[in-house]
C-alpha cells in the first residue's frame, strides 16, 4: 500500500535552512488524484499546515510561513521536499508529509489527508 | 477567519458516547475532516466529507455537520479510543489552504 516517509537532518542551526524529503512509494506521485502536504507539530502543541503541492508543480503554502517556504516535487524520483528558511527555535517540531485529496458529494465539498509519514523531528539549535 | 475551534479537553466512561465539537466559518462552505493521534505516532484519519469512514476505521466513530459546527461522535468509546483528535478543512479565504484546528484530548475513563 501507499507509503510516505520524511527524511532530512535532525537538527538545523538557526537562520539556516530546513530542507527535508518525502519519499512516496507504492504508488505514483504523479496521480491526478491528489495533492502532496507537508504539516508540523510543534512539541506538545497542535497540528499545522505549511503547505501543499500538486504533481504539476502548482504550490499551495499557509500564509503566515509563505515568505519562507518552497515545496517542490521531483516526480522522476517519486519524492516532493520542504524548504524553510531563515529558520528559528519556533521552528523545532515534528514535521510530517501527507497525501491530500478532495471530493465532493450532494451537500458540498471535503478535503482530507488520508495517508501520512512516520514524521522526523527537526530541532533548531546552535 | 481560518480558525477552526476545538475545546480543550472531554472525558468519557468506558462504553459510553463522547461527541467532540469544531467551529468555525470555514465549515460553512466546507465539511471537516477529523484525525485521531495517538503519543508518539502519526495522525490518523478516521472521518470524512458529509460521514464516511476509512477502511479500517470501526464504526463507533461517526460525523456530523451544522452550520459553522463539525462534530466526531463515539459511540461505545473503548480505552484505545484515548488520544488527541483534531478537525481540518480548507479555510473559506477561496484559496487552496487549510487549516488544523486547535484539538482535544479525550481521556476514556
Known amino acids: 500500500q501507499l507509503q510516505l516517509q520524511e527524511s532530512g537532518p535532525g537538527l538545523v542551526k538557526p537562520s539556516e535552512t530546513l530542507s527535508l524529503t518525502c519519499t512516496v512509494s507504492g504508488g505514483s506521485i504523479s496521480s491526478s488524484s491528489y495533492y502532496w502536504g507537508w504539516i508540523r507539530q510543534p512539541p506538545g502543541k497542535g497540528l499545522e499546515w505549511i503547505g501543499s503541492i500538486y504533481y504539476s508543480g502548482s504550490t499551495y503554502y499557509n500564509p503566515s510561513l509563505k515568505s519562507r517556504v518552497t515545496i517542490s516535487v521531483d516526480t522522476s524520483k517519486n519524492q516532493f521536499s520542504l524548504k524553510l528558511s531563515s529558520v528559528t527555535a519556533a521552528d523545532t517540531a515534528v514535521y510530517y508529509c501527507a497525501r491530500h485529496g478532495e471530493g465532493e458529494e450532494a451537500t458540498g465539498y471535503y478535503y482530507y489527508m488520508d495517508v501520512w509519514g512516520k514524521g522526523t523531528t527537526v530541532t533548531v539549535s546552535s | 477567519s481560518s480558525e477552526l475551534t476545538q475545546d480543550p479537553a472531554v472525558s468519557v466512561a468506558l462504553g459510553q458516547t463522547v461527541r467532540i465539537t469544531c467551529q468555525g466559518d470555514s465549515l460553512r462552505s466546507y465539511y471537516a475532516s477529523w484525525y485521531q493521534q495517538k503519543p508518539g505516532q502519526a495522525p490518523v484519519l478516521v472521518i470524512y466529507g458529509k460521514n464516511n469512514r476509512p477502511s479500517g476505521i470501526p464504526d463507533r466513530f461517526s460525523g456530523s455537520s451544522s452550520g459553522n459546527t463539525a462534530s466526531l461522535t463515539i459511540t461505545g468509546a473503548q480505552a484505545e479510543d484515548e488520544a488527541d483528535y483534531y478537525c481540518?478543512?480548507?479555510?473559506?479565504?477561496?484559496?487552496?489552504?487549510?487549516?488544523f484546528g486547535t484539538g482535544t484530548k479525550v481521556t476514556v475513563l
Open positions: 481540518n478543512s480548507r479555510d473559506s479565504s477561496g484559496n487552496h489552504h487549510y487549516v
